[in-house]
C-alpha cells in the first residue's frame, strides 16, 4: 500500500496521518458506515476513474437504505475525487469512499448524529496477487452464509455487514486458501467476501440474480454488458453448489480484485483461466485502461488541476 499524502475529510484536505476520528464515533460501535470503493487507471487520455459516478450513487443509495443522507451530492463528491488524485499526484490508485454516522449521542438510534463523509486513496495492487490474476486463485465454500434480506440490506455496502465477510474471509484464508465463496440462506451460490462470481458452463456464462443477496456490483454490470458484446448474454440464475465444481471456468469480479480467475475450489480443480475467461478479462483491461472505444464512456478522466 502506497499512502497518498493527503484525505479529503468533511470537506478539507487533511495530511494522511491527521485524517481521524474520535473513539465514540457512533460507526465504530454500531458499524452504521457505509462505504464504497473505486480504481483510477492511468489512460491514454489521463488518470480515468472507472465507473465514477455509478460508484457514487451506490454509495447514496448504500446511506439511504440506513436513513443516512450525505450532505454533499454526487457531483460535488466527484469533483473531490478529482482533486484528491491531483493533490496526491496519483496517476493511478484506488479510491475509498465512506460516509459514517459521527460522534454525538451515544445508543442505538442514529438519527441525532451527524454523516461525516471520507475520501482516501492510496496505490494498491492487485488484491489476490498479481500471480492470482494471471494465473486464478484457490477458494473455498464457506461455512458462513452471506447474510440475508431478513437480517441486514445485502445491497447496501455497511460497515457492519462486513463481519460477515470478515469471517469467511478468516475462515478461507486459515484453511489455506485465498478467497471464501459464501452461499446464501437458501443455499445457492452467493458470491465472495468481497467480489461478484460468474461461472462458464457448456459456452455459457452464469451469475447469480440480484435476489440471491448479492452486492449488485459494478464490474459484474460491466463484465455482463461486455459478455453480451462478445455474443455471450449472461444468464442470471441460482446456481447449486455442485454447478461450481462441475464449472468450465470460474471468475470473480469486483474493484479490489478486478477480474480473477479462480483454478481451484473446495478441492476440486478448475484448472487455468479458460478460453472464455480470458477472452472477457482482455476486453475488461482493455476498457479499464481506455484501450476500447466502445467502453469510453464508464471513463470519468480527471481533469489536471492546479492545486497549489
Ligand atoms: N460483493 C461484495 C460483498 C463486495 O464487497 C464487492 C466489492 N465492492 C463486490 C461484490 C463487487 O462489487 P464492485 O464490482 O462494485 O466492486
Known amino acids: 500500500m502506497v499512502t497518498g499524502e493527503v484525505i ?3 470537506g478539507e484536505f487533511v495530511p494522511w496521518a ?6 465514540l464515533t457512533h460507526a465504530l460501535h454500531y458499524g452504521t458506515g457505509v462505504f464504497d470503493s473505486m480504481r483510477a487507471y492511468e489512460t491514454e487520455s489521463g488518470t480515468a476513474i472507472f465507473r465514477n459516478t455509478d460508484h457514487l450513487d451506490r454509495l447514496q443509495k448504500s446511506a439511504a437504505y440506513y436513513r443516512m443522507t450525505l450532505p454533499y451530492t454526487t457531483a460535488e463528491l466527484r469533483e473531490v475525487t478529482h482533486e484528491l488524485i491531483n493533490r496526491n499526484g496519483f496517476t493511478g490508485c484506488y479510491l475509498r469512499p465512506i460516509a459514517y454516522r459521527a460522534f454525538g449521542p451515544m445508543g442505538l438510534f442514529p438519527l441525532d448524529n451527524a454523516v461525516d463523509v471520507s475520501i482516501a486513496a492510496w496505490e494498491w495492487g492487485a488484491y489476490l496477487g498479481d500471480e492470482g490474476k494471471t494465473n486464478g486463485i484457490r477458494v473455498r465454500t464457506s461455512s458462513w452464509r452471506r447474510m440475508g434480506q431478513d437480517s441486514f440490506i445485502p445491497q447496501s455496502k455497511a460497515t457492519g455487514q462486513y463481519l460477515n465477510s470478515v469471517l469467511a474471509k478468516l475462515e478461507a484464508v486459515e484453511s489455506g486458501v485465498d478467497e471464501a465463496i459464501m452461499l446464501d440462506r437458501r443455499d445457492f451460490v452467493c458470491e465472495g467476501s468481497g467480489e461478484n462470481i460468474f461461472l462458464v458452463t457448456g459456452g455459457q456464462v452464469v451469475t447469480p440474480p440480484l435476489t440471491a443477496s448479492i452486492l449488485d456490483g459494478i464490474n459484474r454490470r460491466s463484465i455482463m454488458q461486455i459478455s453480451a458484446d462478445l455474443g455471450r448474454p449472461v444468464i442470471e440464475r441460482d446456481i447449486a453448489r455442485a454447478e461450481l465444481m462441475d464449472a468450465d471456468e470460474l471468475f470473480l469480479t469486483g474493484t479490489a480484485a478486478e477480474l480473477t480467475p479462480i483454478n481451484e475450489i473446495d478441492g476440486h480443480k478448475i484448472g487455468a483461466p479458460g478460453p472464455i475467461t480470458s477472452e472477457i478479462a482482455k476486453v475488461f483491461d482493455n476498457a479499464l485502461h481506455g484501450r476500447d472505444q466502445r467502453y469510453s ?3 470519468d478522466i480527471v ?6
Open 8 to 10: 479529503w475529510m468533511n
Open 18 to 23: 491527521e485524517a481521524k476520528v474520535h473513539v
Open 297 to 299: 464512456e464508464w471513463l
Open 303 to 308: 481533469p489536471v488541476q492546479s492545486t497549489v
